[in-house]
């Protein structure tokens, strides 16, 4: 089901499947990571991390650990180099915690406090665990709920309003003969990428040079730019190969304190995050809670979609996971209002994780949805058919293209939905209750300016560059694709180098938009070199380069509501002794523009399903609420699916393109998890008769 290619003479590598270009080098150990790259006199510097959760540092007792062998200094706010923190970046002001040893104040548990540097990794471990730093201690506030005092609503969330209004909610909630009032809950999750962050900094001629693993190197560079008030161009970030990001892996405490220490010493430093710290410094998964109101007439026909969410974040930094806005792209009602407030507490402040916003708040409307269609005796499929809306139900702008019916129907047809018993809690396998459920799913498309250089060598290859980042994912194999395709040449032919900050201004991986907003840049500069070349350009000794810039293009795109859709199937067994639920199958069908790659594409999906399947039944951040730090920071507390929890996991597509874009995709980082949860959970409610509104669904809730 794979769209074609389109275009007159390619050569069609896009629709292809393509093993990654790296994967070899990956498997075989030759691949290096920011973490293993070698450097001469390398210096090694390990984070200590507040062990309070509110007050200020009195004293660090630097003294004793001088003295032990290998340490060759301790940062800390008595004698860090200054930073400058109050800047605008292009997503924003940084999170506080990036400005690393500025201050006394400790605003909670795990925040950075010093960075002992030493010969080697292990001195410098020994001395951080030998540290003594002594706090005064404040009370702490690290409990969340939603009727907590200091609950606030923001104005927006990434410049876009936080709250949508349409018609009146409780007028049409007053007159519709069903209503369902749900609350929901998700906890606290963390992104706990393969590879922990890591980072080496080094002064290079008057040039900070940092080779890192981050989700877009010309982003990090401009914010150490910022930070330490350096020319953008006296800032190289290069970050080769990312095991794993999810929108951790931005600028954190690691590189800042690598660049302090190595203006420090004059040497170059590497500084690696432990996974445990990793649980405090490199941002989570706000928990939230959400009350869904829906009111529909007997036919499930809704009039009224009320969604109001609460998130925490931290009392230094606003930062927003937006739940609420799930279900504004998504179905028609006379009457829309969602809105995300906010608990500020002493906790650290949470950041983008895969999907943000659309992960829990497709979880709570996608079940509250569910509930609607018991309550009306409609079919789950049917109801949201009939909620389709022609035009942005909030915004009235008319979509891109929405092909959503179409996964419902191919959806239904793998899974045999026509076939099933709408009755919960009546099919037994042994011990075991036996349920499906489905949901549906979106994601915002974007692209965001961005530029590329296409060279043709002399030899008859080219070379592309431009600050992408494959953070696993395949984006390098997929931009070879594009870039081959475009420049009418096989796959072989073409070398694409990416994610050096050097290359010039990129967007990043993230918000899905990576590959459509590279590609896109790709696309335009091959196109111009091949017609270049087609005109008889000559290729001289150094190379015929051609560049593009996406920032016009991009700024003359109409106005729409642009999105992929997908749904989302589920198979669970309950086991009604032990309330174990298995997860015996998932399918989700998506609609996601053309696909570049098949085979990296289905991986992305499919992963983005596991992890979904892992929200649902496994993934909880636990704070203790005495000493407000986690219980269990790491991968034996912090539970996620392991290989014998994923079953049979099926990804495809249907047709679908976007037609304003020339490469006419749509990003598939995140849609995978959306809905997944949900589906999942409506599944244990057909399986069981039971509602879990809460998650995960942990055996002891399931009993
Ligand atoms: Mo993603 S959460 O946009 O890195």
């Known amino acids: 089901m ?37 450097f001469g006199d390398l210096a090694h510097g390990w984070l200590v991390l507040s062990t309070v959760a509110r007050g200020r540092v009195v004293a660090v007792e630097t003294g004793p650990v001088l003295g032990m062998p290998g340490v060759l200094a301790v940062l800390h706010h008595g004698n860090a ?65 939603p009727e907590h005092a200091a609950a606030y609503t923001p104005e927006s969330v990434m410049g876009q309003p936080n709250e949508a209004v349409k018609g009146d909610l409780e007028a049409e909630l007053a007159a519709s003969a069903v209503v369902v009032d749900e609350r929901y809950g998700t906890p606290e999750e963390h992104h706990n990428t393969m590879e922990p962050h890591a980072a080496t900094a080094r002064w290079d001629g008057g040039r900070l040079e940092v080779v890192d693993s981050n989700q877009g190197s010309r982003w990090v560079a401009e914010e150490l730019a910022h930070l330490f008030s350096l020319d953008l161009a006296s800032v190289r970030v290069r970050s080769e190969h990312v095991g794993g990001a999810f929108g951790c892996k931005g600028v954190r405490p690691h590189q800042v304190g690598a660049a302090m220490a190595a203006t420090v010493l004059d040497r170059p430093v590497r500084v690696v995050l432990t996974r445990r710290q990793m649980f405090s410094v490199v941002g989570y998964r706000s928990p939230t809670t959400q009350r869904v109101r829906l009111g529909a007439d007997p036919d499930g026909r809704l009039r009224a979609l009320g969604h109001e969410a609460h998130g925490v974040t931290s009392k230094l930094f606003e930062f927003v996971e937006p739940s609420a806005g799930f279900g504004r792209s998504m179905y028609a009602a006379d009457a829309h209002h969602s809105v995300t407030r906010l608990v500020p507490l002493d906790v650290p402040t949470p950041t983008w994780m895969r999907a943000p916003g659309e992960a829990p708040g497709s979880f709570a409307l996608e079940c509250a949805l569910d509930e609607l269609a018991e309550k009306c005796g409609v079919d789950p499929i049917a ?39 709408p009755r919960p809690g009546t099919r037994r396998d042994g011990r075991w209750l036996v349920g499906t459920g489905m949901a549906a799913s979106t994601f915002f498309v974007g692209a965001a300016p961005t530029t590329a250089a296409v060279t043709a060598e002399p030899d008859g290859t080219f070379t592309v560059r431009i600050t992408a980042a494959d953070v696993g994912t395949g984006a390098r194999t997929a931009l070879t694709q594009i870039a081959a395709d475009a420049l009418e040449v096989t796959p072989d032919r073409v070398r694409v180098r990416i994610a050096d900050s050097d290359f010039g201004q990129a967007w990043l991986a993230g918000g899905s938009m990576g590959t459509r907003s590279w590609g896109w840049a790709v696309l335009l500069a091959a196109r111009e070199l091949r017609e270049r070349l087609a005109l008889g350009g000559a290729v001289p000794e ?37 309330g174990e639920v298995r997860v015996r199958r998932m399918l989700g069908i998506f609609a996601a523009g053309r696909i570049v790659n098949p085979l990296t594409a289905r991986s992305q999906l499919v992963g983005g399903m596991t992890w979904g399947l892992s929200m649902a039944l496994h993934e ?35 047709e679908d393109t976007d037609d304003e874009d020339p490469v006419g995709i749509k990003g598939i980082g995140e849609i995978g998890i959306v809905g997944a949860a949900a589906a999942i959970a409506n599944a244990v409610w057909h399986a069981t008769g039971v509602r879990h509104r809460t998650l995960p669904i942990r055996p002891d809730r399931v009993l």
């Not at 058919?385 to 959806?411: H, I, M, Q, T, W």
């Not at 051609?546 to 086991?575: C, I, M």
């Not at 699916?641 to 994923?646: P, R, S, W």
Request: aromatic share 8%; glycine share 10%; with cysteine.
């Open 81 to 145: 180099p200054r930073v400058e923190t109050q800047y605008v970046g292009s997503l924003g002001p940084p999170d506080p915690v990036v400005g690393l040893f500025q201050h006394d104040r400790v605003p909670y548990a795990g925040w950075p406090v010093a960075l002992v540097v030493a010969e080697t990794s292990e001195q410098a471990r020994e001395a951080a665990e030998a540290l003594q730093v002594r706090y005064e201690t404040e009370p702490h506030d690290v409990g969340f709920h």
């Open 620 to 654: 909880e951040a636990v704070r203790d609420a005495a000493s407000g730090a986690h219980v269990g920071a790491d991968l034996a507390g912090y539970h996620f699916a392991a290989h014998a929890d994923v079953p049979r996991i099926e990804a495809d597509w249907v």
């Open 2 to 38: 794979t769209t074609a290619t389109r275009g007159t003479a390619a050569p069609g590598a896009v629709g292809t499947g393509h093993t990654r270009i790296e994967g070899r080098d990956k498997v075989t150990g030759a691949a290096r990571y920011a973490g293993e790259i070698p």
């Open 383 to 421: 109801l949201r058919e009939r909620n389709e809306p022609a035009v942005g139900p909030v915004s009235g702008l008319p979509f891109g293209s929405r092909n959503l019916l179409a996964c419902y129907r191919e959806g239904a047809r793998r899974f045999s939905w026509a076939d099933r018993d």
């Open 542 to 578: 150094e190379g015929l380069t051609a560049r593009s810039d996406t920032s016009d293009v991009l700024a003359a795109l109409a106005q729409k509501e642009r999105h992929s859709y997908g749904a989302q199937f589920a198979e669970v067994a309950v086991d009604v002794t032990t």
